[in-house]
């Protein structure tokens, strides 16, 4: 762990605390509709860190958070509320962490080390994905292009606004819930939607 990841780990209290006071990046988009996706996240797979591969459709039944991650960031410190989140709700909960170098270059690392930190700083459990790209470019993650564009998961449009972003799907496939990084996945908000 870098003197810098050690800091960021230290101050990650203070960090989504001060966020959430200054009320930035606490954003929660809810599907209230219950839209259904115009094409299938179980059509999809994802290529693993490990370089294996997870068809999407093997988690028919339970819930799925995709976030996408970084370990250079103010919120790497998630890393262990999100481990304790599939730790608790495990039966129910599928949690993959998405890797990504798209907000200031906070995961410069390659599969390798990506894996290593999270393992060996954070307890990490849940899969995590290659690394890739989440934000809108010909590069996109097709995972991600499905969260992020209605005509593929019935209605929502956002995209990650920085690292440690939250989408959840429910046991049938429908995007839910989009939750900013700031909200904790230990938070009321992200759990309620868990346990209902």
């Known amino acids: 762990m870098t003197a810098r990841q050690k800091v960021l780990k230290s101050i990650y209290p203070i960090f989504t605390l001060l966020n959430r006071l200054l009320n930035r990046n606490t954003r929660v988009i809810v599907n209230k509709k ?51 989140l599939y730790k608790q709700y495990k039966e129910k909960l599928v949690i993959i962490g998405f890797p990504a170098n798209d907000f200031k270059q906070q995961e410069k690392q390659n599969d390798a080390e990506i894996e290593n930190f999270c393992t060996y700083h954070y307890g990490v459990s849940f899969p995590l994905a290659a690394k890739s790209v989440v934000i809108r470019s010909p590069e996109q993650n097709e995972v991600y292009k499905w969260l992020t564009d209605k005509n593929k998961n019935g209605w929502n449009q956002h995209q990650p606004s920085w690292n440690f972003s939250k989408y959840l799907i ?7 819930q989009y939750f900013d990084p700031a909200v904790s996945p230990m938070s009321d908000e992200v759990v309620n939607s868990i346990r209902n």
């Not at 179980?42 to 799925?64: E, N, T």
């Not at 250079?72 to 890393?79: A, E, M």
């Not at 429910?170 to 839910?176: C, Y």
């Open 170 to 176: 429910n046991e049938h496939g429908i995007l839910t």
């Open 34 to 84: 219950n839209i259904q996706p115009v094409e299938s996240l179980y059509d999809l797979s994802i290529v693993l860190i490990d370089g294996s591969r997870m068809a999407l459709k093997d988690l028919k039944g339970k819930k799925i958070m995709l976030v996408n991650t970084a370990s250079d960031c103010g919120y790497t410190g998630q890393y262990v509320e999100l481990q304790n």
